[in-house]
């Protein structure tokens, strides 16, 4: 067994020098952070020893990648497959560090690696095994892997900074705090009751007309509001009954629109009532025509909210076309339709994440106005990881 020590400033130089000297079949057997240099004390610098292996009759074999020695079996290595070109390293080494900087610095470097693409092998991470099996729950969830990235990072800070010995329920907690914080930056919740008209719009199947009761039904019986409703789905005539029926329900008035001026008409018709619910045809929208063929049904300069609903049943790569094909309309939130019909949530915080977009309302089920929650990202963290369960 030929058996090196290895002096780097960080980790990923550290794999470059072991890689280039021992190939990349050498195990790390130990690893740890020492300070040096300075003066009287002062300006003193962190280094990474670490401690490097290969059996000489293997050496010029062809075999996996570089591995690390596990030093617990409560650790696993998982695949990072959003980046396959990456170092492996025993993320438990860490632990040596001398101080809570120490510790962060090593954290700093391990960020690093995680966003590496300058590798040239596959690299597997080892991560405490709550950890492992957290991050396989996020892929399973189809969290696109930057974000999966980003989580990562989140939970291991967390992990070394004093939560070695923390268990799947303290796990799930960052990881609520984790998507949350993910999300903070976007607006979130259900109507603002600061504008007169409310639009829903989107493809077909993802229960607009049902979802759009559901909010009016709300504002009437929760709110007090005077509500009227607007469709202008004249595609369908099951559709303008179903939204007649939600109106006779809650005994509220409804106008059928053709076009542009019948829309301007009812919008005077219902000048004195506090919202307006506004109904639209449910298209095939990767069609640019149909959206198109809304801006001469609805007149979009009116003080107006607009919803586009999706459901999470869909496949995500739709949804984002369908968004795309939406740009030169203003959409201030999503609303995600049918939580109760599957058990993968992912593409909320996807969708959010890459159009910069809150989340009005998530809905799980058929009843007015019952089955209708207002978001936020902890229950938005919280359905994806299973906590709230819709059904």
């Known amino acids: 067994m030929k058996i090196k020590k290895f002096t780097a400033s960080t980790m990923p130089e550290a794999m470059k020098k072991i890689r280039a000297e021992l190939g990349s079949d050498a195990v790390i057997l130990n690893s740890r952070v020492f300070q040096s240099g300075g003066f009287l004390g002062f300006f003193r610098k962190s280094n990474i020893e670490v401690i490097a292996a290969i059996d000489p009759e293997t050496e010029a074999s062809s075999k996996p990648p570089m591995q690390i020695k596990p030093q617990s079996e409560t650790y696993s290595k998982v695949p990072l497959k959003a980046n396959e070109h990456k170092e492996r390293i025993d993320a438990s ?77 303290d796990i799930r907690k960052w990881s609520v705090q984790a998507i949350s914080l993910k999300l903070a930056g976007q607006s979130f919740g259900g ?11 989107g493809p077909t199947g993802v229960g607009k007309t049902t979802t759009l009761a559901k909010i009016a039904a709300d504002s009437v019986l929760k709110h007090k509001k005077k509500v009227a409703f607007i469709t202008t789905d004249t595609y369908r005539i099951a559709a303008i009954e179903q939204l007649k029926t939600y109106a006779k329900i809650l005994d509220v008035p409804i106008e059928v629109c053709y076009n542009i001026d019948d829309f301007r008409q009812a919008s005077d018709k219902f000048a004195d009532f506090d ?42 790569r739709d949804m984002v076309e369908i968004r795309k094909q939406f740009s030169l309309i203003s959409i201030d939130k999503f609303i995600f339709t049918k939580v109760d019909e599957t058990a993968v949530y992912g593409a909320m915080l996807n969708m959010a994440e890459k159009f910069s977009a809150g989340i009005a309302y998530i809905t799980n089920g058929q009843d007015v106005p019952d089955d209708l929650i207002e978001a936020n990202p902890e229950v938005i963290a919280n359905t994806i990881l299973g906590v709230a369960r819709h059904e």
């Open 275 to 316: 919202h307006v619910f506004i109904d639209t045809a449910g298209r095939n929208f990767r069609n640019k025509k149909y959206v198109n063929d809304l801006k001469t049904a609805i007149d979009f300069d009116n003080d107006m909210e607009t919803y586009l609903v999706l459901a999470v049943t869909s496949k995500q």
């Open 93 to 169: 080494s860490f632990v040596s560090a001398a101080d809570s900087n120490d510790i962060l610095k090593e954290i700093t470097q391990l960020k690093e690696i995680l966003s590496n693409k300058d590798a040239h092998v596959p690299i597997h991470l080892s991560l405490p095994g709550p950890i492992s099996r957290q991050i396989e729950h996020f892929r399973d969830q189809e969290i696109d892997s930057a974000i999966i990235e980003e989580l990562t990072a989140f939970l291991l800070e967390k992990w070394y900074l004093g939560g070695a010995s923390a268990n799947e329920v």
């Open 191 to 201: 109507m603002t009751f600061e504008k007169k008209f409310v639009n829903v719009i």
